[in-house]
């Protein structure tokens, strides 16, 4: 104590002794004077005892009964003043520890005294209390009297007095136990032996304790005597004693000195023999009284329990067993055994609460629990205690349900709910809580209408009791509802958690023992000693006994645990108490499960899952009366065969299901065949939650899809991720299950699984997936060693694949097909490529699946495969025939999306790996592709794969020389095991190299597709057949192409003629769904069309690039006479398409050029173009050399090498032409022969066609001219003539004909005047003989000259004029052919620029012919249907005529022109003087230029006629007279009006005609008479008609009085003024002796009338008139010479 004997404290202290003793002798100055002296006398002690003194205190503490005397003294005066003084200056003295043990005997006599006076209770109190603690002067006598002293305090009058008493006899208890247990410490290190005490030495026997101990046991001693109400034997002077008190005291003395009573024998004797006795005499009235009995019915009064006594005595005997059990093994098997009674129903309610509560604190000491079981239960004829226990537990929790308590009904509702109308009935709503906060319940357990609340009591482990510790209590207290209730439920709890957490930790420890080795010395509290296993037996022993003993616990508890909890668990309306319910039977069903402990483990998992369908099987209808307080989370159907009504699943069952998740995860290895429980139960709750499987079998949240019955509320929904989550991660760990736990659990999914099937077969329900889903996710993490469960994995799987019920199957398939993806692509050791078998074995069942017929099954199978080929293509390896095998499975009823899938695969297979698959393979992946080709299910499928026939073909291209040395490996190895079994190698194509044979498997296949009903697939098809054959056909050896060309070509070709020819005329009416079909395509017949014009085509092509390799092979002429027949019949089908496509294919052949004799112009290479030889090397065991055999430079070393090519090479090439031609001719003559009679199907060549076949002649003529005779010139032209003349539909001309206005070409009339171009500059350049030829081309040509104004007629039809024709209608238009004739006749006149003098051309009266051709459109004139063709003629006609005209004249004396002259001369006469009007709408500039043409055929009269006369017949030049005499008068027209009148009287034709018959009636070279005569009389003529015209001028223009004339009618007589000047100025330029005198008369006869004119009105005559008469001046002369004239 450094503080209180430091210099400062000790001089303060002197100081204030000496201030407290100057202060008393004041105060007792009067009434006291012997205190007064006393306190003067100890001033002076201190004094002297402080100057004498070097220590001080200890000085102070030998004096202490000196100076502590006048203290004493004051406390005697009783004085309240004083006495208070005196007793804090004592204190102050104790608490430095300057009193000595007499002073302190002193003090406490004096204290004794003050007591019994009962002054200054309090500061007696206080002073004791610091007398005794702050030094341990005191004992024995006067610790005891000390200790009397607080006693007797504390049953004074004053409450505070005896509370402050109360807490100090506490505290002076613990004081004296302290002391004793200080004093062990300090002799602790003195080792002395035990002195042996007897067991029968009686309590006397504490000579050798310690005092301090003497004082503790003299203590403990008297407070058992008390307690027991015996006489005290140390403690002198005690007057009252309270039990309560008693017991308090001793129960805080064993609870806080265990060791005291465990270390010294004296004291566990008075254990034993005093306290156990005691506590068993006292429970005597409680274990005797029982509730409600009758106090008649037993002889003596039953003394009634008393609540503060029991309650103590409890507390004790809780100490007692918690601190001694060892010592009083006996003992407390009756203190345990009186506990269980107390609970019993018919003690009263504080009495089981109370006993419960101190049951409570053993439940959470597991290590004690231990004991019991191995003292008691494991003893052979001790009483179960721990098992009781349990049971009593079991029993008080059931009876608290059964008997609704009774003990207090004033308060029976206290703790409820003021909305709970009692504890029996619930309210209505309290089943139904707002989740969203808003109502909410107490938690309660509630069971057959006993609704009992939940309170928090205490923390889980630590058992806080609330009754115990009512200290102050007398009367029993009022027990809340529930209360009871709560503790035992958190016994259970508590009880469960200790056990399984003690034993799993023994558990754990002697596991790793088994691994680890530790040093021996291990504390002995644990079970067992660390040591090698090996090492010892001991360990074993020790372990074997651990095991008994937690077996035995288990055994002894499970039941009436089990018991309890399933009954609270049902009861449970609150979500934490069933979470800690079923938390509890998971630990002991786990628990039993390590311990092999079967028949609980299996106990408790019924219990969860039991718990789980409590509401599940039983039907419950939902309404709000429902008397669960559980929220209902989710209602659905039950799964059940026949499901009835509805099933609730309130959310106590998801708890349950969650715990039932914990268990399988967590201790799925201790399940065993348990799992078939655990399944089942997750399964249906899985059902009715409507969770589905997904991808992995992990269940997600969807809707069931039936039952509307289904309800799912959002708390639940939020839970659902939740619930599966846990349900994966079950299912992943069973990866870390051993094999045999694995098939436990594989076995109990397989019959799961097997139930499903049954109950889902004969209704299309949804069926439960759990089992399936569980398999595949179980077989997924188990994949390292799938071997040990994939057969019956797999074997169960494709059982459900084959179940009616397609969700059923639909997941077996899923389940299977990810299995098999997942084995293939998990990493095996070691790797699957080294390890075929396994392999195999993982795709076998994927092809067992192939005999399954339900489509969606095949479908996932296929999925399975495309899938397995995306991520495994690169090593299948031996697996290709298998995975080939199951595209190739499918069949074409089998459904349009399975076949799409299959297909898919099969184009990932071309796509991306055929070069890792065996070449042996590459022909069944074409047989696969093909069949894909044939399905009709899909036609882009069927398209597509003929795509992939021809990437195929591609890859056989570009791999050749790999494949082709695999496959003759292959063959080579097949033909040596044919020849040892004796067989034929049989293979289609067989004797073709097996390369080749593959080219011709793939060829036939194209062949097959060419002709399926579908034309797009035909179309397809066609295209790649002929494009494969044209780009790879190089690499077939030459024999081989016999085979394409008859086996694969011609055959098809003959099998799509005879589909053509048969296909049906029907209108398709539209192409499936939506599509529009064009008209072009709308029946079969004309798709058929199509298909056969490409297969022509593609034939024809592949003889034309392919001719050099054909024509050696041969028969090749036969060939080609069967590709000309197969053109012919196609050209003359009754179908435009074909029969033009035909024509194509024709020209296309006919361009071939026969080989090249020497290089000087090789032929363009065909579409490969592969510029040199390439050698690839001769492949091994093969005759020839792999050559590309397209490139020129081979074709020509072919022909350039050394034997000579035969001259039959040309002779058959003659010999080809000419069939062609003869085919040609057929063709023409049968397609344009006009048929006999006309209706609506009447079939007429199309435009197109014929312009085809007349383009082809050219070519054809090129290779056949030298044997080109004149018949075959007849055939040619009736041909032309033919074709020109066929008509077309109405519908197509606005396509093919140009509008009428325009004047060209239809390309079909191009086509024929070319055809007669080639022809006449071949004859031009030809031999003399064939030159007599020419007339009949003018023939030809004329004749189309013709049509211009006389189209030709097409057998009997009626053809229309296109301006007439309906468009929308079947009639047929005729052609303008007036380009056409215009065209022709241009042709003639260049030909005959060039022939006019040829022989046959002079012969044949080709002159004459053209004139009389033109003569038609002349004559017509304006009357032509075209306006140009008749000024086409005149031109025409004036160049012919310039140049046949001197030919003409030259052959004069032969008479071979003279029939032309008359024709000459009524053309000349029809042209001049037309019959047809011009149209009214003909503009005045129109006119005369149309006049200026009629000049120019009167100029080229007086030029190229006229003056050769003398050549000419007379006839003729009449003729010719007369028509120049007729032009010269002018006729008017009658439609011109009046403005226009004066132009449109051909005023200049008419002077032209004039000057020409005057130049030539007065030419000077008058040679005959007769020419003379032509001339006078013509004069004489026109003369005549002017006289005419004048006088009835005259006539009219006097009747007609101020009337103006008609404008026609002075027009003419002005024309008539001008010509009779014209003609005055013409006889006056001629010689006098030409003119004949009548003329002159004549002449002159016009003067009068010419005079009488003068009158008229109109100013243009009088001007003209003026001119008319100015010339008549020369004849002003005398008469004698007139007559004169007249003479001669």
């Known amino acids: 104590m450094s503080g209180t004997s430091s210099p400062e404290a000790v001089k303060k202290l002197l100081e204030n002794m000496q201030s407290d003793l100057r202060a008393l002798s004041l105060e007792c100055k009067k009434k006291f004077p012997p ?137 002076v208890v613990t004081v004296v136990f302290e002391r004793m247990v200080a004093e062990d410490e300090r002799h602790r290190d003195i080792i002395e032996q035990p002195v042996l005490v007897q067991g029968n030495s009686n309590r006397r026997s504490v000579s050798t304790l310690k005092p301090c101990a003497k004082d503790a046991y003299m203590l403990f001693q008297d407070l058992c005597q008390l307690v027991n109400a015996d006489a005290p034997y140390w403690l002198v002077g005690m007057t009252e004693m309270t039990r309560t008190f008693g017991l308090e005291l001793l129960e805080s003395v064993l609870n806080d000195f265990p060791q005291v009573f465990l270390q010294h024998q004296e004291f566990s004797f008075l254990l034993k023999e005093r306290v156990c006795p005691l506590v068993i005499k006292l429970f005597s009235p409680n274990i005797k009284f029982r509730q409600g009995s009758s106090t008649s019915s037993s002889p003596a009064p039953v003394e009634k329990p008393y609540f503060p006594i029991c309650m103590r005595l409890l507390r004790v005997v809780s100490v007692l067993i918690k601190q001694f059990y060892s010592l009083l093994v006996t003992e407390c098997e009756i203190f345990l055994s009186l506990l269980v009674k107390f609970l019993d129903a018919d003690k009263p309610q504080w009495l089981r609460a109370v006993a419960v509560e101190s049951i409570h604190r053993f439940c959470v000491q597991p290590q004690l629990l231990r004991s019991f079981c191995q003292s008691y239960d494991m003893k052979q004829h001790s009483t179960k205690v721990f098992r009781d226990i349990v049971n009593a537990l079991g029993s008080f929790i059931q009876s608290l349900f059964l008997v609704p308590p009774t ?124 040591q090698d296993l090996q090492s010892t037996s001991d360990q074993m022993d020790k372990e074997i006994v651990s095991r008994a003993v937690w077996e035995e616990m288990v055994n002894a508890c499970w039941y009436g645990l089990l018991a309890a909890l399933s009954l609270l668990l049902d009861a449970s309306t609150d979500e934490a108490a069933t979470e800690n319910i079923l938390k509890a039977e998971l630990t002991m069903a786990a628990l039993c499960g390590r311990l092999g402990l079967v028949t609980s483990r299996d106990a408790f998992i019924t219990a969860i899952c039991k718990a789980y369908s409590v509401q599940g099987q039983s039907v419950m209808m939902i309404s709000p009366s429902s008397e669960s307080h559980q929220q209902v989370v989710a209602v659905g159907q039950p799964l059940a065969v026949q499901p009835q009504g509805t099933v609730m699943l309130t959310s106590k069952n998801i708890q349950c299901m969650r715990t039932l998740l914990n268990l399988a995860h967590c201790h799925g290895a201790v399940l065993g065949t348990s799992w078939q429980l655990v399944l089942a139960t997750l399964q249906h709750l899985v059902w009715i939650l409507g969770l589905k499987p997904s991808s992995g079998g992990a269940l997600k949240p969807g809707r069931a899809v039936e039952g509307p019955s289904t309800v799912l509320t959002t708390a639940v929904m939020t839970d659902l991720p939740v619930i599966s989550n846990i349900l994966s991660r079950l299912f ?118 192939s005999n399954i017929n339900h489509p969606d099954i095949r479908l996932k199978q296929l999925e399975c495969v495309l899938q397995i080929l995306q991520s495994q293509g690169d090593s299948l390896g031996p697996g290709w025939p298998l995975v080939l095998g199951v595209m190739g499975a499918i069949r074409n009823d089998q459904g349009e999306s399975l076949i799409r899938t299959a297909f898919q695969c099969l184009q990932l297979v071309v796509t991306d790996f055929l070069p890792t698959m065996p070449c042996t393979c590459l022909q069944i992946v074409v047989d696969v592709a093909g069949s894909f080709g044939l399905h009709n299910q899909e036609l882009n499928i069927s398209l597509t794969s003929i795509g992939l026939l021809w990437n195929i073909s591609d890859y056989f291209f570009q791999r050749g020389e790999t494949i082709e040395k695999e496959l003759n490996k292959e063959e080579a190895a097949q033909q040596k095991q044919a020849e040892e079994k004796g067989v034929v190698l049989n293979r289609p194509f067989h004797p073709a190299p097996p390369f080749d044979c593959l080219w011709l498997c793939l060829y036939a296949k194209l062949g097959e597709l060419c002709v399926d009903p579908r034309p797009a697939v035909r ?169 590309r055999t397209d490139s020129i430079g081979e074709r020509l070393g072919r022909y350039s090498s050394s034997e000579p090519p035969l001259v039959t090479d040309e002779l058959e090439d003659l010999n080809l032409w000419w069939a062609a031609w003869n085919t040609w001719y057929r063709i023409g003559s049968e397609s344009t022969k006009p048929p006999i009679t006309f209706d609506k199907l009447t079939f007429i060549p199309s435009q197109p066609f014929l312009t085809a076949l007349i383009q082809i002649f050219p070519a054809l003529y090129q290779h056949i001219k030298t044997g080109f005779n004149m018949d075959d010139l007849q055939k040619l032209g009736v041909i032309l003539h033919s074709a020109i003349s066929v008509p077309i539909s109405s519908d197509a001309s606005p396509f093919i004909l140009p509008s009428y206005t325009e004047a060209v070409l239809t390309s079909l009339q191009e086509a024929v005047l070319t055809a007669l171009d080639v022809l006449q500059k071949a004859i031009c350049v030809g031999p003399e003989n064939m030159q007599i030829m020419y007339p009949a081309i003018f023939d030809q040509l004329l004749a189309f000259v013709e049509f211009s104004c006389k189209p030709p007629q097409y057998g009997q039809l009626e053809t229309k004029h296109i301006a007439n024709a309906k468009y929308n209608q079947a009639e047929w238009v005729a052609l303008n052919y007036v380009p056409f004739a215009e065209r022709s006749l241009e042709v003639v006149v260049d030909l005959y620029q060039k022939t006019a003098c040829h022989k046959a051309v002079v012969n044949e009266k080709v002159l004459q012919n053209i004139i009389k051709t033109l003569r038609v459109p002349l004559s017509l004139k304006y009357s032509c249907p075209s306006e140009s063709t008749w000024k086409l003629a005149v031109s025409s006609l004036l160049r012919v005529l310039s140049i046949g005209l001197p030919v003409a004249r030259q052959h004069a004396s032969s008479g071979k022109f003279d029939s032309m002259w008359p024709e000459l001369a009524n053309t000349f006469e029809d042209f001049l003087f037309t019959k047809s009007i011009p149209p009214d709408n003909l503009s005045i500039q129109e006119f005369q230029r149309n006049e200026n043409i009629d000049v120019e055929v009167v100029q080229l009269i007086s030029n190229e006629i006229l003056p050769y006369a003398n050549f000419i017949p007379k006839e003729f030049v009449g003729q010719i007279m007369t028509m120049l005499n007729k032009g010269s008068i002018h006729s008017q027209s009658s439609s011109f009006t009046e403005a226009e009148i004066d132009i449109r009287l051909r005023e200049e034709f008419s002077k032209m005609c004039f000057e020409t018959l005057l130049q030539f009636s007065f030419s000077n070279k008058v040679t005959t008479p007769q020419e003379g005569y032509i001339s006078r009389m013509a004069l004489s003529v026109l003369l005549k008609r002017s006289q005419d015209v004048l006088h009835r001028y005259i006539e009219d223009e006097r009747l007609s009085g101020k009337c103006p004339l008609p404008r026609q009618q002075v027009t003419e007589i002005i024309f008539v003024l001008k010509a009779v000047s014209t003609l005055i100025d013409s006889l006056k330029k001629t010689q006098p002796e030409n003119v004949d005198g009548n003329t002159w008369a004549q002449v002159i006869a016009l003067y009068p009338t010419l005079v009488e004119c003068i009158t008229c009105s109109s100013s243009e005559v009088c001007s003209a008139l003026k001119e008319a008469l100015v010339p008549f001046k020369d004849f002003m002369q005398p008469p004698a010479s007139r007559v004169q004239n007249g003479e001669s």
């Open 35 to 171: 205190v007064k002296e006393a306190a003067e006398s100890g001033i002076i002690k201190v004094k002297t005892i402080a100057a004498r003194n070097t220590e001080i205190l200890a000085a102070l503490k030998e004096n202490s009964s000196e100076v502590v005397q006048p203290f004493l003294m004051g406390c005697g005066t009783k004085e309240p003043k004083i006495t208070q003084l005196c007793l804090a200056a004592i204190q102050r003295l104790m608490s430095h520890e300057v009193v000595s043990e007499t002073a302190a005997g002193n003090i406490i006599n004096m204290l004794w005294q003050l007591m019994e006076n009962s002054l200054e209770e309090l500061k007696l109190l206080q002073t004791v209390l610091v007398l005794l603690t702050t030094n341990t002067v005191v004992h024995d006598e006067a610790l005891s009297k000390a200790i009397v002293l607080c006693f007797r305090l504390h049953f004074t009058k004053d409450n505070i007095t005896n509370n402050t008493a109360a807490a100090t006899v506490r505290q």
């Open 407 to 530: 003990g207090n009904p004033a308060t029976s509702n206290q703790a409820g709910n003021n909305n709970l109308g009692g504890s029996v009935s619930a309210p209505a709503n309290s089943g139904m809580v707002g989740i969203g906060g808003g109502v909410t319940l107490l938690p309660a357990f509630e069971y057959r209408g006993t609704w009992i609340p939940i309170l928090t009591i205490t923390v889980q482990g630590s058992a806080k009791a609330t009754y115990l510790e009512m200290l102050d209590k007398v009367e029993p207290p009022t027990i809340p509802e529930g209360y009871a209730m709560s503790v035992a439920f958190h016994c259970l709890l508590d009880l469960v958690r200790g056990i399984t957490s003690m034993i799993e930790g023994e558990l754990g420890e002697v596991e790793t023992e088994c691994q680890t080795t530790t040093d021996e010395g291990s504390s002995p509290t644990q079970s067992t000693e660390q």
């Open 1019 to 1187: 179309k397809s098809a066609g295209q790649t057949l002929f494009s494969t054959i044209g780009a790879h056909g190089t690499l077939l050896q030459h024999s081989t192409w016999h085979t394409v060309i008859w086996k694969v070509l011609f055959h098809l070709l003959d099998r799509v003629r005879e589909s053509s020819t048969t296909a049906d005329k029907e209108k398709i009416e539209s192409g499936g769904g939506n599509i529009l079909i064009h008209h072009s395509r709308d029946t079969a017949e004309k798709q058929w069309a199509e298909t056969w014009v490409l297969t022509l085509a593609g034939v024809a092509r592949i003889f034309n690039t392919r001719r050099y390799l054909l024509q050696p092979l041969g028969d090749f002429s036969r060939a080609w006479d069967v590709l000309l027949d197969h053109i012919q019949s196609a050209a003359l089908s009754k179908n435009n398409e074909v029969s033009l496509a035909a024509l194509k294919s024709f020209q296309e052949i006919l361009q071939i050029v026969s080989p090249v004799r020497d290089s000087e112009k090789p032929e363009t290479p065909p579409v490969v173009n592969v510029p040199v030889p390439v050698l690839i090397g001769p492949i091994s065991g093969m005759s020839r050399p792999f050559i």
């Open 732 to 849: 992943e760990s069973s990866q870390y299950l051993d094999d045999v736990s694995l098939h436990h659990l594989i076995n109990a999914l397989c019959s799961l699984s097997l139930e499903a099937m049954d109950m889902a077969y004969g209704n299309n329900k949804e069926p439960s997936l759990f089992a399936v889903a569980k398999l595949l996710e179980t077989g997924l993490v188990n994949m390292h060693r799938i071997e040990i469960l994939w057969r019956p994995l797999t074997g169960h799987l494709l059982e459900v694949c084959q179940h009616p019920n397609s969700r059923m199957r639909e997941w077996g398939a899923e389940a299977l097909t990810s299995l098999i993806k997942a084995g293939l692509t998990f990493n095996h050791d070691p790797p699957l490529s080294q390890n075929q078998r396994l392999q195999l074995l993982l795709l076998n069942p994927l092809k067992e699946m």
